[in-house]
T-cell receptor, first 113, second 115 residues
Framework: GDSVTQMEGPVTLSEEAFLTINCTYT??????LFWYVQYPGEGLQLLLK?????DKGSNKGFEATYRKETTSFHLEKGSVQVSDSAVYFC????????????FGDGTTLTVKP | GAVVSQHPSRVICKSGTSVKIECRSL??????MFWYRQFPKQSLMLMAT?????????EQGVEKDKFLINHASLTLSTLTVTSAHPEDSSFYIC???????????FGSGTRLTVV
């Protein structure tokens, strides 16, 4: 079945540091890939997405590129802020899973001033 | 946009009582709603899929009689945790499939604490 493997956390960075959170996936067909962010006590918010190979999703300074050859969708940001502290989930929805989403385990990011 | 409103956001109940969680699609019709459960510091696990006008589809290992799901209309899906126990304490989130390829719309979640 489909699966998503995320870099283990927690990740602690200083403000303005570079961020990378690794994500790899296994899926049949051609899935769409997503990054969601969850702030404390809240639900998930879509951060960015990519629907086909070589697509780059971007939002709020975050970027991720759909790499079919390495089955990866790594999240990056050049300069993190304290307000980026949250839990980040990589997810996929495939053409063969009836619209369900498969999530990675989440990576907790803490940014210190 | 596509907004899903989930209520209540927090609920504390006594062991043995039942709790109902509602998810409403505010500006679109959702024939399907996904219900997830999230344990502390863990990922989301799909519990079941509600379908308007038919029975819900439960994932393996989810007790159908404990987690009652009803999709009463094209804009409302409910999850009722029956005879709740402390081990049912968790964060429950609903999600509607996207109307486009963009992304899945999530409710804001319900923090259930059973005491």
């Amino acid at each position: 079945g489909d699966s998503v493997t995320q870099m283990e956390g927690p990740v602690t960075l200083s403000e303005e540091a570079f961020l990378t959170i690794n994500c790899t996936y296994t899926a049949t067909g051609y899935p769409s890939l997503f990054w969601y962010v969850q702030y404390p006590g809240e639900g998930l918010q879509l951060l960015l997405k990519a629907t086909k190979a070589d697509d780059k999703g971007s939002n709020k300074g975050f970027e991720a590129t759909y790499r079919k050859e390495t089955t990866s969708f790594h999240l990056e940001k050049g300069s993190v802020q304290v307000s980026d502290s949250a839990v980040y989930f990589c997810a996929l929805s495939g053409s063969t899973n009836a619209g369900k989403s498969t999530f990675g385990d989440g990576t907790t990011l803490t940014v210190k001033p | 946009g596509a907004v899903v409103s989930q209520h209540p956001s927090r609920v504390i109940c006594k062991s043995g009582t039942s709790v109902k969680i509602e998810c409403r699609s505010l500006d679109f019709q959702a024939t399907t709603m996904f219900w997830y459960r999230q344990f502390p510091k863990q990922s989301l696990m799909l519990m079941a899929t509600s379908n308007e006008g038919s029975k819900a589809t439960y994932e393996q290992g989810v007790e159908k009689d404990k987690f009652l799901i009803n999709h009463a209309s094209l804009t409302l899906s409910t999850l009722t945790v029956t005879s709740a126990h402390p081990e049912d304490s968790s964060f429950y989130i609903c999600s509607a499939p996207p109307r486009t390829e963009y992304g899945y719309t999530f409710g804001s979640g319900t923090r259930l604490t059973v005491v």
